[in-house]
Protein backbone atom coordinates (compact mmCIF):
# COMPACT_ATOMS: atom_id res chain seq x y z
CA UNK A 1 0.00 0.00 0.00
CA UNK A 2 1.34 3.43 -1.37
CA UNK A 3 0.21 6.47 -0.26
CA UNK A 4 0.08 8.59 -2.59
CA UNK A 5 -0.86 12.86 -3.00
CA UNK A 6 -3.37 14.58 -0.68
CA UNK A 7 -5.87 11.57 0.52
CA UNK A 8 -5.05 9.02 -2.74
CA UNK A 9 -3.48 5.40 -1.90
CA UNK A 10 -2.66 3.04 -4.33
CA UNK A 11 -2.35 -0.79 -3.86
CA UNK A 12 -1.39 -3.41 -6.14
CA UNK A 13 -3.83 -6.57 -6.03
CA UNK A 14 -2.06 -10.03 -7.42
CA UNK A 15 -4.65 -12.75 -8.36
CA UNK A 16 -3.05 -16.44 -9.05
CA UNK A 17 -5.05 -19.24 -10.48
CA UNK A 18 -6.98 -21.34 -8.44
CA UNK A 19 -5.36 -24.89 -7.92
CA UNK A 20 -8.98 -25.95 -7.57
CA UNK A 21 -10.38 -26.92 -11.25
CA UNK A 22 -13.68 -26.29 -10.20
CA UNK A 23 -13.32 -23.13 -8.54
CA UNK A 24 -12.50 -20.85 -12.24
CA UNK A 25 -10.73 -17.58 -11.09
CA UNK A 26 -11.89 -14.57 -13.72
CA UNK A 27 -8.71 -12.86 -13.82
CA UNK A 28 -5.41 -13.64 -13.16
CA UNK A 29 -2.44 -11.40 -13.16
CA UNK A 30 -1.94 -7.93 -11.12
CA UNK A 31 -3.91 -4.66 -11.64
CA UNK A 32 -2.98 -1.28 -9.67
CA UNK A 33 -6.07 -0.13 -7.42
CA UNK A 34 -6.34 3.45 -6.61
CA UNK A 35 -8.79 5.13 -3.72
CA UNK A 36 -9.10 8.10 -1.35
CA UNK A 37 -8.62 7.09 2.17
CA UNK A 38 -11.16 8.36 4.66
CA UNK A 39 -10.66 11.97 5.27
CA UNK A 40 -11.91 11.94 8.92
CA UNK A 41 -12.69 15.74 9.09
CA UNK A 42 -15.17 15.31 6.14
CA UNK A 43 -16.69 11.67 8.06
CA UNK A 44 -17.05 14.03 11.39
CA UNK A 45 -18.23 17.09 9.95
CA UNK A 46 -22.03 18.29 11.31
CA UNK A 47 -21.44 15.60 14.05
CA UNK A 48 -21.77 16.99 17.51
CA UNK A 49 -19.43 14.72 19.35
CA UNK A 50 -19.36 16.11 23.66
CA UNK A 51 -16.16 13.46 25.14
CA UNK A 52 -14.78 14.36 28.78
CA UNK A 53 -11.12 12.81 28.68
CA UNK A 54 -8.62 13.62 31.12
CA UNK A 55 -5.23 15.08 29.36
CA UNK A 56 -2.85 13.95 28.45
CA UNK A 57 -4.30 10.29 26.67
CA UNK A 58 -3.19 8.53 23.84
CA UNK A 59 -5.12 7.89 20.22
CA UNK A 60 -6.18 4.28 21.27
CA UNK A 61 -7.78 5.59 24.25
CA UNK A 62 -9.83 8.35 22.52
CA UNK A 63 -10.54 5.72 19.65
CA UNK A 64 -11.69 3.24 22.30
CA UNK A 65 -14.02 5.96 23.88
CA UNK A 66 -15.91 7.02 20.19
CA UNK A 67 -16.37 3.04 19.72
CA UNK A 68 -17.93 3.07 23.52
CA UNK A 69 -20.12 6.17 22.83
CA UNK A 70 -20.88 6.41 19.37
CA UNK A 71 -20.02 2.63 17.61
CA UNK A 72 -17.33 3.76 15.49
CA UNK A 73 -14.78 1.31 14.91
CA UNK A 74 -11.15 1.75 13.77
CA UNK A 75 -8.86 -1.16 13.17
CA UNK A 76 -5.46 -0.37 15.06
CA UNK A 77 -3.76 0.58 11.14
CA UNK A 78 -6.69 3.38 11.07
CA UNK A 79 -4.33 5.96 13.39
CA UNK A 80 -0.64 6.37 14.61
CA UNK A 81 -0.44 5.86 18.32
CA UNK A 82 0.45 9.59 19.73
CA UNK A 83 0.02 11.17 22.89
CA UNK A 84 -2.81 13.84 23.13
CA UNK A 85 -2.06 16.97 25.35
CA UNK A 86 -3.77 20.47 25.53
CA UNK A 87 -0.93 21.58 23.08
CA UNK A 88 -1.90 19.70 20.00
Do not use: C, H, M, W
Not at 22 to 48: C, H, M
Not at 51 to 62: A, R, V
Amino acid sequence: IVALTGRQTQVTLKVRKSFDPFAPVPFEGQSIFTYNRLDLGTFFQGVKINLTLDLPTTTSYLVDILTAEYGYVFDSDDFYEEVITVAN
